[in-house]
């Protein structure tokens, strides 16, 4: 597609595909849009070099940007394992002063026109203020858990064989390729993660020093059985004493591990490490299995809030794309101004084994409710039933929403541990 001018109160903007010569300039309002605080060098260049500039839009008011989107694609878990692509929508803003002219809309619906010109079903996001994109047709669809492990009060306890694990620093560099390979076996079990494409194994392994607040440089602890990495943990200490000695924090980054002794004996070494009081967590999976683990989980400060928010571009081919854990037969009348080709009657079908159909239909509708609540339930951590509960889901047929509400659940509860 090519560009697109828009009357503004001060003249005309356009909105074009990013060039590469643009992008200094492209960037550098994103982060005034965003507080002006300087990225680090290094992640300014880490950024350049993942952005597709194909898929980045800019707003320009003569030589000013004042409007910057991007799309990453990517490739998303999904229920039942399938890796359904999907457009991963970052670095999204406005400029301050040209804020209430339609220029974010006016960048959503290009976005969602090329996504579907691009043949991927699904859009997907994080949002700086969660109240901004339901109105284009976004659902929150995972949340994300934050705790404080109080370690001086809490105890774990562990699973036989925690001890034959052994853990050994690395440094996280060097390991970076070990500790891929263990998040790669991770991703078709649980939907909402987002397969690492070239370039990206290196985002979690950002540290610039400004950024540390006083904490220690990035930390990686492997898990090794019989010689092979069966787990890893990235992490920083931030120290701290008082008069009644030290009282440190554990900033946990990320860990990913291939069974349970595993797992266990990460979440030991992170409580036990000397000189420290309090393991704190940001972005874990809200059925994270050390709660279980845990000796008193009212000692741990559990905090949830927002996480991947999902917009189904072309409704038909994602429905199919994912599996459903019970039959379903339901007719859905969906409502979706936004993108009107989704407007109308679906008809989803799956059978025991959760192969699904989903096809328009004139049949009377048993379900009615908008594309955002559709995105919501889509990965499967989202009850529809608890979406009626809130008079957003109507029930047209008895039975119908307790059919489609068991179908579209999820063993395990749907995460993003993936930043974009």
């Not at 917009?311 to 009107?340: N, W």
Request: hydrophobic fraction near 40%; include cysteine.
């Amino acid at each position: 597609m090519g560009t697109v001018a828009k009357n503004t109160p001060t003249g005309r903007t356009e909105l074009r595909v990013l060039r590469q010569d643009e992008w200094d300039t492209w960037y550098d309002n994103l982060v005034s849009a965003f507080g002006a605080v300087p990225e680090s060098a290094e992640e300014r260049e880490l950024t350049r070099g993942l952005t597709e500039f194909d898929r980045s839009l800019g707003v320009w008011d003569g030589d000013a940007c004042v409007g910057t989107a991007g799309a990453f694609g990517f490739r998303l878990t999904v229920p039942g394992g399938a890796s359904v692509p999907a457009a991963g929508v970052t670095m999204v803003s406005v400029a301050a002063t040209h804020r209430r002219r339609g220029i974010l809309t006016s960048m959503m619906r290009r976005q969602l026109d090329d996504v579907r010109s691009w043949g991927e079903p699904l859009a997907v996001l994080t949002a700086s203020e969660p109240v901004i994109y339901g109105r284009f047709g976004y659902g929150i669809a995972t949340m994300a858990m934050a705790a404080e492990i109080d370690t001086d009060r809490v105890r774990l306890s562990v699973p036989p064989g925690t001890d034959d694990v052994r853990l050994r620093f690395a440094d996280p560099v060097a390991a970076r390729d070990r500790c891929e390979a263990v998040y790669a076996r991770q991703v078709s079990g649980r939907p909402g993660m987002l397969a690492r494409r070239p370039g990206w194994e290196n985002e979690p392994l950002l540290d610039p020093e400004s950024e540390r607040q006083g904490s220690s440089p990035l930390q990686c602890v492997l898990a090794e059985r019989d010689g092979e990495v069966v787990g890893y943990t990235r992490y920083f200490v931030k120290p701290e004493w008082d008069l009644q000695g030290p009282k440190g924090t554990v900033r946990l980054r990320d860990l990913e591990a291939l069974d349970p002794a595993s797992y266990a004996a990460l979440w030991r070494f992170l409580c036990e490490i000397d000189l420290t009081g309090k393991v704190a967590m940001y972005s874990r999976p809200v059925d994270d299995a050390w709660q279980h683990l845990v000796s008193d989980i009212r000692r741990c400060a559990i905090r949830q809030r927002d996480s991947l928010h999902v917009r189904l571009v072309d409704l038909g081919a994602a429905l199919e794309a994912r599996t459903y854990q019970a039959p379903v037969d339901v007719v859905f009348e969906v409502a979706d101004a936004f993108c009107p080709w989704n407007e109308g009657r679906w008809r989803l079908t799956s059978d025991a084994k959760g192969a699904a159909s989903c096809k328009r239909t004139e049949e009377e509708a048993d379900l009615a409710l908008s594309v955002r609540e559709l995105g919501a339930a889509y990965l499967g951590g989202v009850s529809l039933v608890s979406l009626a509960g809130a008079g957003r889901v109507r029930e047209l047929r008895a039975g119908a929403l307790a059919e489609a509400s068991l179908a579209f659940g999820s063993t395990v509860a749907p995460w993003l541990p993936h930043g974009f």
